[in-house]
């Protein structure tokens, strides 16, 4: 039953030397990205890491978590015997015996429990494949990957199995302890004696059956879609700190090629992220583009960029042109294929879904910008609404191309003041839909009444206010979104602007997190947070409970809640308002859906699929509201807009603001 040493010695040599190529070459591949740099606030990072990474916080938030969570520790303790199975492998007497025996014991038993939970686990994993699969499990893209994942989960059974048939073989001979290995002990007493099977015979196979699986995973990992079991853990502790919803700013010189138009102009952590991918689909079942039917799928760009780099890094190494292209102009290739549509680019809301759910931290959304950045600066391939949309902002800072001297036609009958330096507190940041847009004029009016009513210094750039730029740097126009932001930082600064109340998430966003990239470093709020903690403080008070709006339905902006965490400040504000806590929709929080006009998708046509703004109001008419809360001047469009082409008239939408402002009137 001894194995052969020297036989052993030459295949593990053979396995090592395939498992060190494997990972030289992909490794080596990831090298020839731009630089990035990762390693700042590595406490951070490595708490995050134990909590993702180990923890499997993410995997946890799906049914079948569970079932990965014990596959994943299954793995981790059983390295330590697989490590032994190896040392022993080469020098016999180099085992677990060597130990004191209560520690061995220990071991053992640890070892037996924990194979038989693998065992079930990866059973259940096969199952669920291939008896009851979820959507994500189905799609195109994972079929043809499908019998590589199942080979990889067979040789897993195998290594089970043969670690079982050794251990029984061995309590048959008498070499090991039947007490402290319940799961061999009950295999060598039911199956090898009703079997007939000679103990010292089965031993010798298993031992080899084990050995081979063993050696063949370790060769054949590097190579495979499992490589994430070596890149996964280090992705989580690389993963960006900053919020995901900023871009790193662009270099501007002569000659210089801006955005990504090919895979080695992504940064080196954006080609390992690729090799980090577990294909487990959670991003493609969240992203609204995608579940709408768009050519959008957060995996397949993943998985393109890692395909992509396997069929050009020899190219790419020696300075060739690389022979597949990394941005499909037609738009027709089929995810995973190594290419990705211009169609899908455009398709990306920038909501942040896909990262709010990946359990290994992939950053999708700045990747898909970096190429919408090569398409308009490079090649200025763009759908074609947006060419008036960059006009008009590059001509008149706003998205209409209206006369800057319009912006204070919100006012009315208003008595607006405009910021003084030291003499007023909040700048309110109208916004370029707050100031222009019909409907969203009546929410600035609501909010300017309501900061009146509370008594708060504020005042307005007037006419001098632009476009903060935040459609400008999703659809990646970075160069008019630089000197935008450039021009804007000045403007503040030179005003002596301490505090900004902003109506518009996306305004909010992009001074908060864009703009301090510029070195803006301001108090910025948005409306639901100042109002609520007004309301807090007794500064605000309602003159009436704001009664008539029926069933209130609330719905989460993405740039408010998954861009920047504010989940509560809305809700607080509309039980302080109306007396009741909102219905929620069943997507809501961290996993709402977006509206379908963030990242630019305001200012283009929806043609691919069904539309998302009809999907997101279909689930807002299932709970059957009256009315629609919102928190965002593109929400309120898309929502109404939605409501008028599913006949859901009769349900009114209303911004946070003027459910408040109702509230004011005696
Ligand atoms: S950011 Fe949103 S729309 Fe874009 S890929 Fe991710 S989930 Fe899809
Ligand atoms: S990118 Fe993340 S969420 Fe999407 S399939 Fe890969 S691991 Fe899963
Ligand atoms: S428009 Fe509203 S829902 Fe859509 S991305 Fe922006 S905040 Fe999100």
Known sequence: MSPNPKLFAFLLALSTSAFVIGCYRRFSLVALGRPNYRLDSPGTRFSRMLRLAFGQERVLDRTFGANHFVIFWSFIILAVANAEFLVSGLLPQASLAMLPTPIQHTLLFVFDLVSLLALFGVLFAFARRLFFPEPSLTSDYVKARSPEALLILSLIVVLMLAYFGLHAARIALGSEPASVLPASAFIAANLLAPLGLDAATLASWSWWLHALALLSFLAYLPQSKHMH?????????????????????????????????????????????????????????????????????????????????????????????????????????????????????????????????????????????????????????????????????????????????????????????????????????????????????????????????????????????????????????????????????????????????????????????????????????????????????????????????????????????????????PRQVLIAATGDSPAEFVRNAKRSFCCGAGGGRMWQEEQEGERINLNRVREALRQEPDTICVSCPYCLTMMEDGLKDLQGDSVKVKDLAEVVAEGLRA
């Open 229 to 569: 079991i070596l890149t996964a853990i280090p992705n989580c502790f690389l993963g960006d700190l900053n919020r995901p919803n900023t871009q790193p700013r662009e270099e501007f010189a002569r000659g210089k090629h801006f955005g990504v138009g090919r895979v080695d102009e992504f940064t080196w952590k954006d080609l390992f992220d690729s090799f980090s991918c577990t294909e487990c689909g959670r991003c493609q079942e969240t992203c609204p583009a995608a579940g709408t039917g768009k050519s959008l799928n957060p995996r397949g760009v993943i998985h393109a960029i890692k395909t992509n780099l396997l069929a050009n890094g020899a190219a790419l190494r020696t300075g060739d042109t690389p022979r597949l292209p990394l941005i499909e102009a037609a738009g027709e290739t089929k995810p995973g294929e190594g290419s990705t549509g211009e169609a899908a680019i455009w398709a990306c809301t920038t909501c942040g879904a896909c990262m709010s759910v990946c359990p290994v931290l992939i950053e999708h959304m700045p990747k898909i910008v970096k190429m919408r950045r090569h398409l308009v600066q490079m090649k200025a391939s763009f759908p074609e609404e947006l060419t008036t949309f960059f006009e008009n902002i590059e001509a008149r800072s706003n998205p209409w191309g209206i006369a800057p001297t319009e912006r204070t036609k919100w006012h009315g009958t208003l008595q607006v003041r405009p910021f003084e330096e030291g003499r007023t507190e909040y700048l309110l940041y109208v916004g370029c839909a707050g100031a222009f847009d019909a409907r969203q004029k009546q929410v600035t009016v609501a909010l300017a009444t309501i900061l009146d009513a509370a008594g708060v210094s504020w005042g307005t750039l007037g006419k001098d206010e632009r476009c903060c730029g935040d459609s400008l740097r999703r659809l990646g126009n970075e160069y008019v979104f630089d000197r935008t932001a450039r021009d804007n930082v000045n403007l503040l600064a030179e005003r002596g602007v301490k505090k900004i109340v902003t109506q518009c998430p996306h305004c909010f966003s992009t001074l908060k997190n864009d703009y301090r990239q510029y070195g803006l470093e301001l108090e910025v709020v948005h409306h639901s947070e100042l109002i609520a903690a007004l309301m807090a403080s007794g500064q605000l008070e309602l003159k009436q409970r704001v009664a008539d709006l029926g069933r209130v339905l609330f719905h989460d902006s993405c740039y408010l809640g998954r861009h920047n965490d504010i989940y509560a400040a």
